[in-house]
């Protein structure tokens, strides 16, 4: 009898996750997959993006738009999120006075930061979440990386690298919650 409860302890611990996945996380890789940098979506009403995310299709919208689609997401599924926005003081060709506009996840207490328009989440080194604010601070230190949230832009680590540096500078506008 003691073996077959210890058996069946045993199969129902090999059975059970070790850790689940963070909630709302696939969410927001379906959505950072299924946009591309552009605009030729933009004028598609909320709705209407959503509708076409959830046939599978790619829409062509900017960073805003994907921002905003993701914490639709999140609200839907009962999760606090917020659009961020900074602007910075680049002066590389192309990226002069750069502005850019994320989004942020309330999760363990604090703000996580993802940027659906570039497909990365940035984290500390050992996996935490930063918010917008702790990115911009620990830049300049370059003790984080990035977990890739959608593997579909062709864009380099250090294109995107020379964008953050020219767009991620003063905090110009967190939505409320």
Known sequence: MKLVLLLGAVLLTACTPVEEAIPGDSALSYIAEHTEH????????????????????????????????????MKELGIKA??????????????????????????????????????????????????LQEFSDVRKTGEFRYEILADDTGISDGEVERFYDAAIGVIVAEEPI
């Open 38 to 73: 552009g605009f030729d979506d933009a004028n598609l009403t909320w709705e209407a993006m959503e509708a076409r995310l959830d046939r599978g299709e790619t829409i062509s919208i900017a960073c805003g738009h994907v921002s905003m689609l993701g914490v639709r997401k």
């Open 82 to 131: 917020r659009r961020v926005s900074t602007r910075g003081f680049g002066t590389e060709p192309g990226n002069e006075g750069a502005s850019h506009t994320l989004m942020e996840v309330w999760r363990n207490d604090h703000w996580e930061l993802y940027d659906l328009d570039l497909n990365r989440r940035p984290v500390y080194s050992d996996g935490r979440g930063m918010s």
